[in-house]
């Protein structure tokens, strides 16, 4: 099965950057669509980042020019740089991958921003 592990997650003030990262096993990771998803408390999931495998990216418009989507293929590896970090950037992030209409998810880690 595909397993996608999630690090970089933590506590950070406002304004400060953070780097997810998302590692790949069990697929080929160079064909898939990767993306990022968060989910803050009482709110609905959103997409906020997303990159295929030709390295077209597409970002949530709250998040456009703060973060960036990132894939190293040799690595199995997708990153999230976020920048700029604001309190309503606080949310569990999850990672996905996304193969042939089949959809697999991390575990999600935590991001808190202070204000």
């Known amino acids: 099965q595909v397993q996608l592990v999630e690090s970089g997650g933590g506590l950070v003030q406002a304004g400060g950057s953070l780097r997810l990262s998302c590692a790949a096993s069990r697929i080929m990771f160079s064909i898939v669509t990767m993306g990022w998803y968060r989910q803050a408390p009482g709110k609905q999931r959103e997409l906020v980042a997303r990159i295929n495998s030709s390295g077209l990216t597409n970002y949530a418009d709250s998040v456009k020019g703060r973060f960036t989507i990132s894939r190293d293929n040799a690595k199995n590896t997708v990153y999230l740089q976020m920048n700029s970090l604001k309190p309503e950037d606080t949310a569990v992030y999850y990672c996905?991958?996304?193969?042939?209409?089949?959809?697999?998810w991390g575990q999600g880690t935590q991001v808190t921003v202070s204000s």
């Open positions: 996905t991958l996304d193969r042939g209409g089949a959809v697999y």
